[in-house]
């Protein structure tokens, strides 16, 4: 059994979670900014299918991208450095990158970021908790991540690719941005066969919940976030 959570319940404990499947803690509450951002807080994120109460999970082990450890393949270097029409923003769209991930693909009929689920981060981008970075090519979005800045972690959220390498390139680069601001972690919840390949390991949830504790320099996150275009040739080498 999982709690069942009223909008004023305040989240169990992270030790409660279920073992399986994913490390399932409660259900209900809400979706508002100050709910989401006790949650990643506390190394918790609502996920659910259409249909379903609003599920909290806070899963152990976790799958993470080591920031400072990171290096992409040398295809994805190759990848970009041959692709001159490639461009990277931060900030400049994060609606429609959201409004991008939501959308059903050849592998996948439908996903789990509904209305409600966009409201809610667009809200917290527009307060400044939630974050993307666009890939262009030439004047079309072609792909992109966005998430959630918590401290020293980045909590990837969904990502998506309309062009082969697309998403990872977003990635790629989001990794090679955050590194010289001293950000550990990008978080990327749940454990899938395409994450490993993609260099994710496993992080056991004491450790990350010590990680999420590391705090950024002192006003440094503002600068970071600013509405900006970014070089790609910069981000990502070998």
Not at 96 to 116: F, G, L, M, Y
Not at 139 to 161: K, P, T, W
Not at 186 to 211: F, K
Request: net charge neutral; with cysteine.
């Amino acid at each position: 059994m999982v709690a069942y959570l009223d909008p004023d319940t305040p989240f169990p404990s992270v030790l409660q979670a279920l073992t399986e499947p994913n490390g399932l803690l409660a259900a209900g509450a809400d979706l508002s900014p100050e709910r989401l951002i006790n949650a990643y807080s506390q190394g918790i994120f609502p996920w659910y299918s259409e249909g379903e109460p609003i599920l909290w999970w806070s899963p152990d082990p976790r799958m993470v991208f080591d920031i400072q450890t990171f290096r992409p393949s040398r295809s994805l270097c190759r990848f970009i450095k041959n692709q001159p029409q490639l461009r990277v923003t931060l900030n400049q769209n994060f609606e429609r990158v959201i409004t991008e991930c939501a959308k059903p693909t050849d592998n996948r009929e439908s996903t789990w970021i509904d209305d409600d689920i966009k409201k809610a981060y667009l809200k917290l981008h527009h307060q400044g908790y939630a974050h993307s970075l666009e890939v262009w090519q030439n004047e079309h979005l072609v792909g992109g991540i966005y998430g959630i800045a918590n401290h020293s972690v980045f909590c990837g959220e969904s990502m998506f690719s309309r062009i082969s390498n697309g998403s990872k390139t977003a990635l790629a680069c989001l990794i090679a941005y955050l590194k010289p601001h001293h950000f550990s972690l990008i978080d990327c919840q749940v454990e899938n066969p395409h994450l490993v390949s993609l260099g994710a390991v496993s992080l056991s949830r004491n450790d990350y919940l010590e990680i999420l504790k590391a705090p950024l320099q002192a006003g440094l996150s503002d600068k970071i976030w600013q509405r900006k275009s970014l070089c790609l040739a910069n981000l990502v080498t070998r």
